[in-house]
């Protein structure tokens, strides 16, 4: 995945982007690399996914209310993101 660190820092921006606006289909940064950098919603995934698993590691190493509600939220959006990108994927069909 290329920019992983922006990609990382732009997630809830591009959570936001994928929920909200249902006529878009990319969400679209301006990197290093390019003033369009494309934000592809399965890497937006992957990003996700890669964060609800750090704050698991870190909800079992030191359970704290703080970290069960940003778990609980991660993975709520999580959920949200998988079912846009299924929405995606059946209008491409």
Do not use: G, W
């Amino acid at each position: 995945m290329k920019c992983r660190t922006a990609k990382e820092f732009l997630r809830p921006m591009a959570i936001e982007h994928y929920i909200t606006n249902r006529n878009s289909r990319l969400f679209i940064f301006m990197s290093l690399y390019s003033d369009e950098e494309p934000y592809p919603i399965e890497d937006l995934i992957q990003v996700q996914k890669s964060r609800v698993a750090l704050l698991m590691a870190d909800f079992e190493r030191l359970p704290t209310a703080f970290l069960e509600t940003e778990l609980l939220f991660a993975k709520k959006m999580l959920t949200q993101i998988e079912k846009r990108a299924a929405e995606l994927t059946n209008t491409n069909k």
